[in-house]
Each structure stands twice: as C-alpha cells, then as structure tokens.
T-cell receptor, first 115, second 114 residues
Framework: NAGVMQNPRHLVRRRGQEARLRCSPM?????VYWYRQLPEEGLKFMVY????????ESGMPKERFSAEFPKEGPSILRIQQVVRGDSAAYFC?????????????FGPGTRLTVL | AQSVTQPDIHITVSEGASLELRCNYS??????LFWYVQSPGQGLQLLLK??????LVQGIKGFEAEFKRSQSSFNLRKPSVHWSDAAEYFC????????????FGTGTSLTVIP
C-alpha cells in the first residue's frame, strides 16, 4: 500500500508565477490536509478537504491560495502570483474517514522556492 | 487559544544515553496527542499517539510518552538513543470537538554524538 504521494518534491518559481502542488492520499483515505512549514518553524494547518468539499480552510491565506480535492485525481494546492514569503515546505496528509481519532499520514512534502 | 509548546529548540545527547523531549499543551479538555519525527528532507512519521486510557504510551523505534494531565504535558522518552534517532521531533495536538485540525509545536532538533 503506497503512502501519501506528493509531487513535485521540489518546485522553483519566480515571483508572480503560479505554483501547483499535488497530493495523492493513501488508498482508502478520503480526507486530505495541507500544512505549511516555514524555515525553523513547526507545521501550520492550512486546509482540510474531503472529496469535492472544503471542510475547514481557516488556515489558508485569504488571497492567492486555493485548494481542491476533486472526485477523481489528486488534491491540488494552488498558489497564484507567488511571492518570496511563500517559500516553504508544503506537506499533505491523509486519513481515513474516522475523524480526529484517525492518524494523519504525511507525504514527503513539496519544497517551494520563490526566486 | 490552543497552543503546543516544545521548550527545547535543540538537544544534544550521547549515543546510548537516555532522552526526554518536552511537550506542553494548552487546551481545556483532554486533547488527542501525537509525536512525529521528521528526518532531513523527509515527511513526518508518526511515533505514537494518545487518545485515552493508559497514560503511558508505547510507540515505534523504542519511544514512549507519558500523558500527565496535571502538568498538561506529553513528554517523549527513550532509554537509550541510537545515532539514527537524530532528527526533528514534533509534538502535535488534536481537538476532539473542532474538526481534524492538528496544532504542531515548533519542534526539537536532536543531535546524537558518538
């Protein structure tokens, strides 16, 4: 059973470009979470999605950031018009549909560098 | 507001020595508690978790953690550290009645010296 897959592992963008980060959850998992890790900091929750639904986006910046988890295909975290402050590691986690008592399994992350 | 504190930013221990990493949380009720480990350039791997019951929890790789309600703590321990334990360790808290969001501490970086 493959783990959580994220691609690309490394992404370089220039200021003003768009960044698309993909996350494929573990087989059987219908819940996806996105976290951001800034240098020297812990992970900060961004958004929690189920298939075709955003459940909690309280950690998402109000502008330029969006996330989706379509019926088919991976979850996408999209950052428009990137700025240097968006440089970070973005981690995706997935869990089965059991709520908070289910462990979140993390992917290897996408390291975004904005030049 | 809920928070997770890991007071030690960096810890250095000798191989074979015992280890304790501290974690304190701020939350009104008993939260769900987790310890994750992150090796350089890698994602997070779950070491152990506490939901209820026995307050001493055993995890993978020889780690254990003890939930102490009176101290709002969930410290991670290992009796004998191996060089391969060098990594970043994160404590996380989940809240039973506010969805699935986890709150992470800022992490403790562990260096193991021969």
């Amino acid at each position: 059973n493959a783990g959580v897959m994220q691609n690309p592992r490394h992404l370089v963008r220039r200021r003003g470009q768009e960044a698309r980060l993909r996350c494929s959850p573990m087989k059987g998992h219908s819940h996806v979470y996105w976290y951001r890790q800034l240098p020297e900091e812990g992970l900060k929750f961004m958004v929690y999605l189920q298939k075709e639904n955003i459940i909690d986006e309280s950690g998402m910046p109000k502008e330029r950031f969006s996330a989706e988890f379509p019926k088919e295909g991976p979850s996408i975290l999209r950052i428009q018009q990137v700025v240097r402050g968006d440089s970070a590691a973005y981690f995706c986690a997935s869990s089965p549909p059991g709520g908070i008592t289910d462990t979140q399994y993390f992917g290897p992350g996408t390291r975004l560098t904005v030049l | 507001a809920q928070s997770v504190t890991q007071p030690d930013i960096h810890i250095t221990v000798s191989e074979g020595a015992s280890l304790e990493l501290r974690c304190n949380y701020s939350y009104g009720a008993t939260p769900y508690l987790f310890w994750y480990v992150q090796s350089p350039g890698q994602g997070l791997q779950l070491l152990l978790k506490y939901f209820s019951g026995d307050t001493l929890v055993q995890g993978i790789k020889g780690f254990e953690a003890e939930f102490k309600r009176s101290q709002s703590s969930f410290n991670l321990r290992k009796p004998s550290v191996h060089w391969s334990d060098a990594a970043e360790y994160f404590c996380a808290v989940g809240q039973p009645n506010t969805g699935n969001q986890f709150y992470f501490g800022t992490g403790t970086s562990l260096t193991v010296i021969p």
